[in-house]
C-alpha cells in the first residue's frame, strides 16, 4: 500500500470558519508534510514532521497550525483564513525520520485538498 | 540556497516525437534528484530518482534520466511519447545529507497530440 489518503477532497469555508484537513498514511512512514500548491505553480513546502515532532515550519502564518497525533496522521487545522489561501493543499509522506542515515527522501503524495475561501 | 530551473514551461509535441525536458539546480553539496509527473486531475508521482551510482537513471513508462554534475543538470527523455504523456513534469532535488526540504521546479506542462 502505497497511498497517502486526504480529506475532505474539496472544501470551501469562509474567512470566519475554522476548519480541518486531515491525511492519513500507513506506510510506516516517519515523515510527513505539508505543501501548498497554486494553480500552475510548484508545490511549495509549509511544514514537515519527523518522528511526530515538527522539524521544519516555513515561516507559515499562524492561521495554519499543523498537527502530528500519531505516526499514520497528519492534520492542518485552518482557522480566519484569507481568500489568498485558496489552493491545493497537498499531503507526502516519505520513509525517513530523524536518526535515519542519509536522506533517500522519496515522498508518496496525496490527491490534495483543494481549498476555497469565500 | 537550493533553486531549480525548468526551462521549458509549456511544450507540445505529437506523437512518436522524442522529448527531452531541461532542469538545472544550484546546490553545492550533494544532491538527490527527482522528476516527478502529475497526471490531468491526478496526484503527484514519482517518475524516477537519482541518489548515487549511474548517472543515466531510468523510471517507469520509458523514462529515463541523465545527471550531469558538471553542469548541474538533470534532464529527462524520452524517445518516442504518447498522448497519454500529457502531463506536469516536475523536477526536485533536495540536500544528500538528510535534508527534508525537498525544492521543486516550476514545472513543465506537456501536451501530447494524437
Known amino acids: 500500500d502505497t497511498e497517502v489518503t486526504q480529506t475532505p477532497k474539496h472544501l470551501v469555508m469562509g474567512m470566519t470558519n475554522k476548519k480541518s484537513l486531515k491525511c492519513e498514511q500507513h506506510m510506516g512512514h516517519r515523515a510527513m508534510y505539508w505543501y501548498k500548491q497554486k494553480a500552475k505553480k510548484p508545490p511549495e513546502l509549509m511544514f514537515v514532521y519527523s518522528y511526530e515532532k515538527l522539524s521544519i515550519n516555513e515561516s507559515v502564518p499562524s492561521r495554519f497550525s499543523p498537527e502530528c497525533p500519531n505516526s499514520s496522521l497528519l492534520n492542518l487545522h485552518l482557522h480566519a483564513l484569507q481568500p489568498e489561501d485558496s489552493a491545493l493543499y497537498l499531503c507526502a509522506s516519505s520513509q525517513e525520520g530523524l536518526g535515519i542515515g542519509i536522506s533517500k527522501n522519496i515522498q508518496y503524495f496525496g490527491a490534495g485538498t483543494r481549498l476555497s475561501v469565500l | ?114
Open chain 2, 1 to 114: 540556497a537550493q533553486s531549480v530551473s525548468q526551462h521549458n514551461h509549456h511544450v507540445i509535441l505529437s506523437e512518436a516525437a522524442s522529448l527531452e525536458l531541461g532542469c538545472n539546480y544550484s546546490y553545492g553539496g550533494t544532491v538527490n534528484l527527482f522528476w516527478y509527473v502529475q497526471y490531468p486531475g491526478q496526484h503527484l508521482q514519482l517518475l524516477l530518482k537519482y541518489f548515487s551510482g549511474d548517472p543515466l537513471v531510468k523510471g517507469i513508462k520509458g523514462f529515463e534520466a541523465e545527471f550531469i554534475k558538471s553542469k548541474f543538470s538533470f534532464n529527462l527523455r524520452k524517445p518516442s511519447v504518447q498522448w497519454s504523456d500529457t502531463a506536469e513534469y516536475f523536477c526536485a532535488v533536495n540536500a544528500g545529507t538528510g535534508g527534508f526540504k525537498t525544492i521543486f521546479g516550476a514545472g513543465t506542462r506537456l501536451f501530447v497530440k494524437a
